[in-house]
């Protein structure tokens, strides 16, 4: 017996929308790259993107635990000498919080080709709207099954 | 007694190797040398990975499961607990094979893993 290899063309992907909303954002970033990947499928595969879409609204609601806010700082390079450019996760949070969600969960996805390629599957905003209403995304609530 | 040329057998082994290395990257897939040296790690990888591969298929039939097994309530390590107490001997590459073939079968499964657990883990 093979065991099962998935072709491109048999995935179903499905659409969730996660209300960012006072949840933490390693713990709201956890599941969004689980679905990404498509982990919480039986037909996943490790070479394949077996995953689903993923739609975050109200990233600028979202929450970080101790005086993260105040000392998490997100660094990005130019590539030119003296390149290294820093913004604060406070300011990051008012300014662009959709970028801070993208950041958490691309740290969780792999670092290859697939990787970059599961990233696009996830859309962020800010507040309450997203314009995926025609895809008919189902709300996914995060909840932990007990061991 | 026959005469052997040396020519035949060294052209042979240096073609032996050259063919090996088709479709490696660069100097690797035409000059000998980088060939063969390339030729020797090769080897030594398919022999480790022919081995690897029992593992790396365990690990991915026991991802699959955990999967199905979370979307039926229950965590992998839980129903594998629950499958050894009720007696029921289905090793991970069928389960795997159900989980995404046969979901019912697989739910069945669950829930009698789920019977056999003690109460007090059997908890949601």
């Known amino acids: ?147 | 007694m026959a005469r052997v040329k040396r020519a035949v057998n060294a052209h042979k082994k240096r073609r032996t190797i050259l063919e090996g290395a088709s479709g490696y990257r660069g100097q690797r897939s035409r000059l000998y040398r980088k060939a063969k040296e390339q030729m020797l790690h090769s080897m030594q990888y398919a022999y480790r990975d022919r081995r690897d591969k029992k593992g790396d298929f365990r690990q991915l039939w026991i991802t699959r499961i955990n999967a199905a097994a979370r979307a039926n309530g229950m965590t992998y390590n839980r129903l594998i607990q629950g499958l050894r107490l009720a007696g029921i001997e289905v090793d991970r590459k069928i389960l795997a094979d159900l989980a995404v073939n046969d979901a019912t079968t697989f739910a069945s499964l669950v829930e009698a893993a789920r019977a056999a657990l003690p109460a007090t883990e059997a908890a949601a």
Do not use: C
């Not at chain 1, 659409?15 to 949840?23: L, N």
């Open chain 1, 1 to 147: 017996m093979r065991t099962y290899n998935p072709k491109p063309g048999e995935i179903e992907r499905h659409w969730h929308v996660i209300d960012a909303s006072d949840v933490v954002l390693g713990r709201l970033a956890t599941h969004a790259a689980t679905l990404l990947r498509g982990k919480h499928k039986p037909v996943f595969a490790p070479h394949v993107d077996t995953g689903d879409f993923v739609i975050i609204i109200n990233a600028g609601k979202v929450a970080l635990t101790g005086n993260k806010r105040q000392t998490k700082v997100a660094y990005r390079h130019s590539g030119y000498p003296g390149g290294l450019k820093q913004v604060g996760y406070d300011e990051l949070l008012t300014k662009r919080p959709e970028r801070a969600v993208e950041l958490a969960v691309k740290g969780m996805l792999p670092h290859n080709r697939l990787g970059r390629q599961l990233i696009r599957k996830l859309k962020v905003y800010p507040g309450a709207e997203h314009p995926h209403a025609a895809q008919q995304p189902v709300p996914f609530e995060i909840k932990q099954i007990a061991q």
